[in-house]
């Protein structure tokens, strides 16, 4: 499912039978998105991200201030990155490379991020709970604390 949205200027020059999808229109699809937002409804996921990826921030920011080679924590609700540096504030992507190999030896997998190869992305699922970002940083912390940094 997706949605196209525009100003009334640039539509206004599309005339009909200009643009299209595979699934326009399709009732099993259509039914198959109003269950998705029923759940996000019932489940309350947008108000466990806001507040989940809030705590998720604080956490890492606190993993920023506990090591020097976090030089950037950002993000906006679950969707959030670091950036391993050098001192210097230059990229360390070999950094990133030590804490990405022991991070996995503790059974946590990681996905990069940024131009510079020194970057660390979290994409967690919307439910997620406090605790498992806990276990997550925590790994982090632990891993990070085993290579000296």
């Not at 699934?23 to 991200?49: K, M, Y």
């Not at 890492?60 to 080679?69: C, D, G, I, N, T």
Request: aromatic share 6%; with cysteine; hydrophobic share 40%.
């Amino acid at each position: 499912m997706s949605a196209t949205i525009s100003t009334e200027e640039i539509m206004s020059k599309w005339l009909p039978g200009m643009h299209g999808g595979t699934f326009g229109g399709n009732p099993v699809c259509a039914a198959a998105a109003n269950a998705v937002l029923d759940e996000f409804e019932r489940q309350h996921i947008l108000e466990n991200v806001n507040a989940v990826g809030a705590y998720l921030g604080q956490r890492l920011v606190e993993l920023q201030a506990r090591h020097p080679v976090v030089g950037d924590a950002r993000g906006i609700g679950l969707m959030r990155a670091i950036e391993f540096d050098h001192e210097d504030g230059t990229p360390a992507p070999e950094v990133w490379d030590a804490v990405k190999a022991k991070a996995l030896e503790h059974h946590m997998i990681t996905l990069n991020c940024g131009v510079h190869g020194n970057g660390m992305r979290f994409a967690t699922p919307l439910n997620v709970t406090p605790d498992i970002i806990d276990e997550g940083v925590g790994i982090l912390d632990q891993s990070m604390c085993e290579l000296g940094y």
